[in-house]
Structures are given as structure tokens and as C-alpha cells.
């Protein structure tokens, strides 16, 4: 079956009848879940099984951003409360082996409740790099402050994913951390030269560049591309993600409807596309720009076609797993 490359939202609790008409005809390759879409455990999973049923594809993938900390959709009774990235970093800077065995087992918590619903990636971790004067839009989802330790507790994350039945995805690559404006609202700006950026923010994501899914950010570099966004920039795209960087896994755009790119959702969509990322992401559920997007997303085929197959085969059944135990034993590596 022909697959878009478009990944899209939906309005509400269950697919509208519209909806699962556009979902058949556009056949985007995934459908993103958020708060709206959220009300009990046995609706999120019958809404995963709904979407798979109107795709007429049962392997088709169910995203969330599921980080902890303030970015949990599936929130407390529905799941587990779960630490913010930036508290694994302060046990990393006390006992660096205990932080990575403490991300690890929370990342396989994490993926084991996601998991049980029918969701197959989450969008962790953030790789982020913090810098002086970085926006409270990554703040505490920033794992630590030094190359090191953010490449040390985003591999932790990576592998309790994997190990959890669920694909990773790291963010916001080449680096959002030293955007002082958030991109949800603003196009950061990024004035610091390419050696420094060489030398530091991308370096994470290096450390990582085998992860099976990337996550691209809405931020203008101007030592590397002045006019573009990396979302929208074949230069930052071609040179640093898959260049310098060396990211060869499926590569997709943050949220085009995100205030921090101008123009129409359908003109990012196919930019976006045209420099470079695999697949095109739209999050708000607003059916007027989702059946933009899918008129501006060509069919997934070549080499991105092949990137998502790769992705897919990192997915692996998660073994059982005693919930109780995986949660004592993040948190005892925490105190």
C-alpha cells in the first residue's frame, strides 16, 4: 500500500467520520497523539486501533511525546509521574553510573506503559545542549550541561526505548539549546560561530547519529544558513545532519504549524521535504491544513522509504515486564 510521507494529528477522543476518510485517502505514514486525544487508557488504545484500521496498515506507527516532567501527555492516574531529563543529569553529576542505569530503566518504563496501548515512538530524547540564556521551552527537558553527560543519558534513554518495545526519537537536531526565544511562538536565531557549534552542540547528536528516528528544529543558523530555518535549509540539512553529524536514520520536521515558520503549513511541508527530511510533521489536528499537507507530501519511497523500513525493523516486542520493580529501581537510583 502507498504510504505519504506525512505524519498529522486528529481533532479529538475518537476519529470523526471525515477523519477516517482523509486518514484512507492520504495514508500518512503515522498519526501523532496529544493531550486533546487523551481521556482513559482503553480509549487511547481503541483511538491507536481506529487510526491503523481507517490506514488499513496494522503496522503503521502511533506517536506521543511522552518525555516526563512537564512534557507528558498520558499524565498521572493514566500513567506513571515520571522526572524530568534534568533530574537524571543532576544524579550524573553525583554518580554518573547510577544517572545512565536510572535513565535507562525510566526510558523502559516509559516505553512499556506506551507499549500497552498500541503507541510504537516516542519522541525522547532531547539532546539538547543547554547555553546561557536558553529558553524555558527546553529548560528542564535538557538532560545536563556538558557533551558528556547529555550523550551518556540520551544512549540510556535510546536503549530502554528499544528495550521497551518502542522507537526513540532524538530532538531537536542539529541542537536547540542555545535558542533564547521559543519556537512554538519565535524563529530563534543562532549567532554563534561553526567551530563553537562544532565543538559543542552538535557533538551530541554525533554521539547518537545510529538512533532510528531524528527529529529536526525550527531554528535559523547563521554561521551555517542565515536565511533558513534547519527545518527548511538543504545546507544545514545536507552538511550537518547528514554530513558532519552523520544521522542516517528517518528523519522528520518538528511541528510545521509551530509559529516559528512563516507561510502556509502546505509551502513548509513540501520546503521541508525538498531540503532534505524524510517525513513532514503536523501536530494541531485542523483538518483545513492537514489536507494541505498531504496534497504537498509525495509518496514515501528512494532512500527515505528505505530509512523508515530500518526504523520499523528496530521495533522489537517487548519482553514482560514488572512495572513495580522497573519504577523501584529508576527511583533508588535517583535518591
Not at 511562538?185 to 531524528?214: C, I, M, N
Request: with cysteine; aromatic share 4%.
Amino acid at each position: 500500500m502507498s504510504v505519504r510521507a506525512f505524519i498529522c494529528g486528529c481533532e479529538g477522543l475518537q476519529l470523526t467520520q471525515r477523519e477516517r476518510d482523509f486518514l484512507r485517502e492520504a495514508q500518512p505514514w503515522g498519526l501523532i497523539l496529544f493531550g486533546r486525544n487523551i481521556a482513559s487508557l482503553e480509549q487511547v488504545s481503541a483511538l491507536c486501533a481506529s487510526f491503523r484500521q481507517a490506514v488499513g496498515r496494522m503496522d503503521a506507527h502511533v506517536l506521543i511525546d511522552q518525555e516526563g516532567g512537564r512534557v507528558q501527555r498520558l499524565k498521572p492516574p493514566l500513567a506513571l509521574g515520571h522526572p524530568p531529563a534534568a533530574r537524571y543529569g543532576e544524579r550524573y553529576d553525583t554518580d554518573p553510573e547510577a544517572a545512565v542505569e536510572a535513565a535507562r530503566a525510566g526510558a523502559q518504563l516509559i516505553a512499556a506503559e506506551l507499549a500497552a496501548l498500541g503507541i510504537t515512538i516516542d519522541c525522547l530524547p532531547v539532546l539538547d545542549l543547554p547555553a546561557d540564556g536558553m529558553t524555558d521551552a527546553i529548560g528542564d527537558r535538557a538532560y545536563a550541561r556538558t557533551v558528556e553527560g547529555v550523550a551518556a543519558l540520551g544512549g540510556a534513554v535510546v536503549s530502554g526505548m528499544l528495550a521497551g518495545g518502542v522507537l526513540p526519537v532524538v530532538k531537536h537536531i542539529p541542537g536547540h539549546g542555545r535558542a533564547t526565544v521559543d519556537s512554538h511562538y519565535h524563529l530563534p536565531r543562532v549567532t554563534a560561530d561553526r567551530a563553537t557549534l562544532e565543538a559543542s552542540d552538535f557533538k551530541t547528536f554525533q554521539a547518537l547519529a545510529d538512533a532510528p528516528l531524528g527529529m529536526t528544529g525550527h531554528i535559523v543558523f547563521e554561521a551555517i544558513d542565515p536565511e533558513r530555518p534547519a527545518t527548511l535549509s538543504p545546507v544545514v540539512i545536507s552538511e550537518i545532519v547528514r554530513g558532519l553529524i552523520g544521522f542516517e536514520g528517518l528523519l522528520m520536521s518538528d511541528d510545521l504549524s509551530m509559529k516559528a515558520l512563516s507561510g502556509s503549513v502546505g509551502v513548509s511541508a513540501s520546503r521541508a521535504l525538498r531540503a532534505g527530511c524524510d517525513i513532514a510533521l503536523h501536530c494541531n489536528g485542523a483538518m483545513d491544513e492537514m489536507l494541505e499537507v498531504a496534497a504537498a507530501s509525495p509518496l514515501l519511497e528512494g532512500r527515505a522509504a528505505e530509512r523508515a523500513a530500518a526504523a520499523s525493523a528496530m521495533l522489537l516486542p517487548a519482553g514482560a515486564v514488572d512495572i513495580a520493580a522497573l519504577r523501584e529501581k529508576r527511583d533508588s537510583l535517583l535518591a
